[in-house]
């Protein structure tokens, strides 16, 4: 399998390309006939042609006629901006300190924080429930952030640790030879090299804050703070037999797209994050 | 000298100063809530603001352990959670080989794999969910049209067709996820291992098992780990898909009903509590099965 096109005959290639072309539709097709429902007129429901007769946008100009959907689109964005710039802020100078600094326990901080990685956000479900409303947060865009970071701030240390300790020492040390202080070293010297890190770990961070659901559809009551998964698991029609498919489509189309394309753009880099976050644990 | 021990112990504090900070913000959104959900498990504590609340010892434990809502629970849970994870590391392995085959189209292959684990998981369910609609869906309607039934299927109306469909979102979406961690893993083998073999006369699929398969298990062991652990705690699919049926709950949503739909804080948290449990008890057994360290 190592290498198809020199050596195998003609037969294990065409069956090497065939192998390919399904993986290519099982793994295209959903997000492609999502994309054509969200195109086809509601009349044309039936068909299942993957090019549709007619297209239309009505579907587009309702949804974002629709305030519900419109406000979690904007609660959504702010609610997954903040929780990364929080934890990479956090988190970032965690990891130098994990990743390049001396200190006692250090060993015992990175297991609980890798632990921490895996912790089941249900098991806090209800603790968190009372502190929210106890804190009168509950139903707010902070509340949510903040209960976000049970999931962004242990990847990003996690993620950012493995980065920081992946930089030559050499830099740091002329620095030091300079006279630098440590923060200075972290400031100056250590923190331009990571922004490569910093971009994939935020993106990773971001879809997770993107597609969250438990927390959102727990914490959040009305309309004005929910965010895009919880509204487009409840948009309904009149019955539940009439859903709206093809708003429901759009909706998800216009949450996807932005994701997808950012996905093309950072692919390399996210692929390095996702596997620093596993492979090398 | 003087200086450099000067150095150590500025590090030494500044690693202290700027660790603090993330320490208290884990402590704040899981150790504390993890406290007061251990507190809460013990307590008869409605959250309707009326009823004070009472200390009534294992009896939320039992209550739970006695009802068969929670087991069929449980259930399900298991029954998805094994499904889909196996077919994920046996269809991830799959497509990582090929994705590790130098051809023609490789990096589309690569960007493609990725598109399902980038949609929301909450977006997947629905797209799926179209997909197997009763009337519209493409499903039935390619289903009738090659006549492979006579009869239009709601799938989503029964656990034993529902079930089937929940597991294919879950492997659609995150075989993608699968195969990158093997595709690193495999990215690991020294090339010249292959080499080697061939010239000693070893076939493919002699290759595979003798080389391939024990070389990639660790990373196959790690992703598993991942995997199952965050299988064990499904939400979202079973929620978006088949909310409103009371046979088709899983762990993760029988714990959020009783706290969100009864306001029973008490039965809610010793759930939580129940669910921490069995997922440790799945990562003991890996670890001593694995010996793979976290460290």
Same mark, same amino acid.
């Given at each position: 399998m190592k290498d198809p096109d020199s050596k195998s005959s003609p037969v294990l290639r065409a069956l090497f390309y065939l192998l390919v072309l399904v993986i290519l539709v099982f793994n295209l097709f959903p997000f492609l006939y999502a994309v054509v429902s969200s195109f086809r007129p509601s009349s044309e429901l039936f068909s299942t042609d993957l090019i549709p007769k007619s297209l239309t946008f009505l579907h587009y100009s309702e949804i974002f006629r629709d305030a519900r959907f419109v406000a979690s689109l904007i609660n959504s964005i702010i609610v997954a901006g903040c929780t990364v710039a929080i934890a990479l802020a956090f988190g970032s100078l965690c990891a130098y300190a994990l990743g390049r600094l001396p200190f006692r326990f250090k060993g015992f901080v990175l297991y609980l924080v890798l632990t921490m990685t895996m912790?089941?956000?249900?098991?806090?479900l209800s603790g968190l429930f009372v502190m929210l409303k106890a804190l009168n947060l509950f139903n707010t865009r902070q509340g949510l952030i903040m209960t976000y970071l049970i999931f962004s701030l242990p990847f990003t240390i996690w993620v950012m640790t493995q980065y920081f300790r992946s930089l030559p020492r050499e830099l740091e040390e002329a620095a030091y030879v300079d006279g630098a202080s440590p923060l200075a070293v972290f400031w100056q010297v250590l923190l331009p090299l990571t922004v490569p890190g910093l971009v994939s770990t935020g993106l990773l961070a971001f879809i997770a804050a993107w597609n969250e659901f438990l927390f959102a559809l727990t914490f959040t009551v009305t309309d004005n703070m929910k965010t895009v998964p919880v509204v487009i698991s409840q948009f309904s029609g009149a019955t539940s037999y009439e859903q709206p498919w093809g708003s429901i489509m759009a909706a998800s189309m216009v949450v996807t797209i932005p994701l997808v394309i950012l996905v093309m753009i950072f692919q390399y880099r996210i692929v390095a994050g996702l596997t620093a976050g596993a492979v090398k644990g | 000298m003087a200086k450099q021990i000067d150095l150590l112990e500025r590090q030494r504090r500044l690693a202290w100063f700027l660790i603090v900070p993330a320490v208290f913000v884990v402590f704040l959104v899981i150790g504390y809530p993890l406290i007061q959900v251990l507190l809460y498990s013990v307590l008869k504590y409605k959250l309707d603001g009326v009823t004070p609340a009472s200390f009534v010892g294992l009896s939320n434990y039992l209550f739970i352990l006695t009802d068969p809502d929670f087991w069929l629970a449980v259930q399900n849970t298991l029954i998805f959670s094994v499904c889909s994870v196996t077919l994920e590391c046996v269809l991830g392995l799959a497509v990582a080989l090929v994705a590790n085959s130098k051809f023609k189209g490789r990096s589309i292959l690569r960007v493609a794999i990725l598109i399902p684990w980038a949609i929301p998981t909450v977006v997947s369910s629905k797209i799926w969910a179209w997909m197997f609609n009763?009337?519209? %869906?493409v499903v039935n309607v390619l289903l009738i049209n090659f006549h492979l039934i006579s009869q239009k299927i709601a799938f989503l109306a029964t656990p034993a067709t529902a079930l089937p469909v929940i597991i294919a979102v879950d492997v659609w979406k995150t075989t993608p996820f699968m195969a990158l961690l093997l595709l690193a893993g495999l990215g690991l083998i020294p090339g010249d291992l292959y080499e080697a073999a061939s010239i000693d006369g070893a076939s493919k699929i002699r290759q595979f098992f003798s080389l391939t398969l024990p070389l990639v298990m660790p990373t196959l062991l790690v992703a598993l780990i991942f995997r199952t652990l965050d299988a064990l705690r499904v939400f979202d699919i079973f929620y978006v898909m088949v %909310? %409103?049926? %009371?046979?088709?709950?899983?762990m993760a949503i029988y714990n959020q009903q009783w706290l969100?739909?009864?306001?029973?804080a008490g039965i809610g948290s010793a759930a939580s509590v129940i669910i921490l449990v069995i997922i440790m008890v799945f990562v003991v057994l890996y670890t001593r099965f694995s010996k793979t360290s976290f460290e």
């Open positions: 912790f089941p956000q249900i098991s806090v | 009763d009337i519209y %869906g %909310g %409103g049926q %009371g046979n088709m709950a899983t969100v739909s009864f306001l029973d």
